[in-house]
Structure formats: structure tokens, C-alpha cells
């Protein structure tokens, strides 16, 4: 069981880590464009519709992995708190009346908006020459299943901490710097680090 959660695990963080790259490519549109406007004096009417689609491929297409890594905002004021199975037994309660449901409509909803879309052909109108949309919207139902696929493991990983009284382990990605252990590995102590910033102060001008 742990391996194929932790596979389905890998599935979300690699589809995280390849839509990531969008976060590039719309760096670069954007940049190009505002270049493109102000040198050269030829804005491209579908920039703008290319600019919001991707940015919303991304987040969409993030949602998965961010569960996976358990990222999404939640209130820890008193989360943090509780026992592990206490944890699990309100993260539990939460994915079966409120997430289940709404990815489900999420999926099915999208499903019918991308139907249409590739249906009729449909271009974006807020130009005359509007990118096609039909490709966008087909993100939704796809974002939509592996949000539901990693609720589906994050229920299961609840069902065995309510079962083994802890969490059950997560597929390792890039994490904060933990800065007190990066001292340590650097032999660096908090009283060296206040010499330095006392040298550079006084060598600065007017000091």
C-alpha cells in the first residue's frame, strides 16, 4: 500500500515539476511583449489571452502537488496541536464533505465546459483574433482527476494514521532551508555571524 501511494506521490510531483516550467515561458511572453510594445511599437492582440491561460494551466495543475506535499493553507493555530489520529480524523471528515465533492464538480463540470468548447470550436472574444480556448479548458477535468487521484491517497494515508496512530511517510521534495542545521554543517555559530555584521557596519560610509 505505502508504495503506491508514494507512486502516485511521484506522479503529482512530477507533473508539478514539468508545469512549473510555464512559470518560464510566461517570464519570457511577458517580457518579450512589454519589449515588442514599447521598442518595436507592435503589441500582439492574443499576449494578453496566451498570458492568462498559461498562468491558469499553472495553478490549476499544481493543485496536486501541493496536496501531495501537503502545502495547501490551513489553519494551524490549534492543527498543530492535536495528536496525529486527531489530525486524522478532522482531515478525514474534511476530504469526505467538502474536498470529495468538490472535485468531483470540478471534474465533471470541467469535462462539460471542454466538451463544448472543442465542440463549437471556441476562440477567445476579447480580441478579433483571439487564441483558441478549447486547449485550456481541457485543463480543468485533467486537474480536476489528479486532484482527486491525490485526495483519494491523502483519505487512505488518514485511515492509517487513525489505524497506526502516526503518519504514514511522503515522497521527499525540495524543502525550506532549515538554517539552524545549515549552520551546523558550515561550522558557523550565531556569534561569528554577529562579528561580521558588526564589521560591516562600521565599515559603512558615514558611520
Same mark, same amino acid.
Given at each position: !500500500?505505502?508504495?503506491?501511494?508514494?507512486?502516485?506521490? %511521484?506522479?503529482?510531483?512530477?507533473?508539478?515539476?514539468?508545469?512549473?516550467?510555464?512559470?518560464?515561458?510566461?517570464?519570457?511572453?511577458?517580457?518579450?511583449?512589454?519589449?515588442?510594445? +514599447?521598442?518595436?511599437?507592435?503589441?500582439?492582440?492574443?499576449?494578453?489571452?496566451?498570458?492568462?491561460?498559461?498562468?491558469?494551466?499553472?495553478?490549476? !495543475?499544481?493543485?496536486?502537488?501541493?496536496?501531495?506535499?501537503?502545502?495547501?493553507?490551513?489553519?494551524?493555530?490549534?492543527?498543530?496541536?492535536? #495528536?496525529?489520529?486527531?489530525?486524522?480524523?478532522?482531515?478525514?471528515?474534511? +476530504?469526505?464533505?467538502?474536498? $470529495?465533492?468538490?472535485?468531483?464538480?470540478?471534474?465533471?463540470?470541467?469535462?462539460? +465546459?471542454?466538451?463544448?468548447?472543442?465542440?463549437?470550436?471556441?476562440?477567445?472574444?476579447? #480580441?478579433?483574433?483571439?487564441?483558441?480556448?478549447?486547449?485550456?479548458? #481541457? $485543463?480543468?477535468?485533467?486537474?480536476?482527476?489528479?486532484?482527486?487521484?491525490?485526495?483519494?491517497?491523502?483519505? $487512505?494515508?488518514?485511515?492509517?494514521?487513525?489505524?497506526?496512530?502516526?503518519?504514514?511517510?511522503?515522497?521527499?521534495?525540495?524543502?525550506?532551508?532549515?538554517?539552524? *542545521?545549515? %549552520?551546523?554543517?558550515?561550522?558557523? *555559530?550565531?556569534?561569528?555571524?554577529?562579528?561580521?555584521?558588526?564589521? $560591516?557596519?562600521?565599515?559603512?560610509?558615514? %558611520?
Amino acid at each position: !500500500m505505502q508504495k503506491l501511494l508514494l507512486f502516485v506521490d %511521484k506522479v503529482s510531483t512530477w507533473i508539478g515539476h514539468a508545469f512549473s516550467w510555464f512559470i518560464v515561458g510566461l517570464t519570457l511572453l511577458i517580457s518579450w511583449e512589454v519589449f515588442s510594445r +514599447y521598442v518595436f511599437d507592435h503589441p500582439h492582440a492574443w499576449a494578453f489571452d496566451a498570458m492568462i491561460m498559461m498562468y491558469g494551466t499553472l495553478f490549476m !495543475m499544481s493543485g496536486a502537488y501541493t496536496l501531495a506535499k501537503n502545502g495547501h493553507v490551513r489553519g494551524d493555530v490549534l492543527y498543530g496541536f492535536f #495528536t496525529p489520529r486527531v489530525q486524522a480524523g478532522l482531515d478525514l471528515t474534511l +476530504y469526505i464533505v467538502f474536498f $470529495i465533492p468538490g472535485v468531483v464538480a470540478l471534474a465533471w463540470a470541467g469535462y462539460n +465546459y471542454a466538451a463544448e468548447s472543442w465542440a463549437i470550436n471556441e476562440h477567445s472574444n476579447i #480580441t478579433s483574433e483571439g487564441p483558441p480556448v478549447y486547449p485550456f479548458k #481541457t $485543463i480543468i477535468p485533467l486537474a480536476g482527476i489528479f486532484l482527486l487521484l491525490q485526495g483519494i491517497v491523502e483519505i $487512505i494515508r488518514c485511515i492509517i494514521c487513525l489505524k497506526q496512530g502516526k503518519w504514514p511517510s511522503r515522497e521527499e521534495d525540495v524543502e525550506e532551508v532549515d538554517v539552524d *542545521k545549515l %549552520k551546523e554543517m558550515v561550522h558557523v *555559530k550565531d556569534e561569528d555571524i554577529q562579528k561580521l555584521d558588526s564589521l $560591516i557596519t562600521r565599515r559603512e560610509p558615514g %558611520k
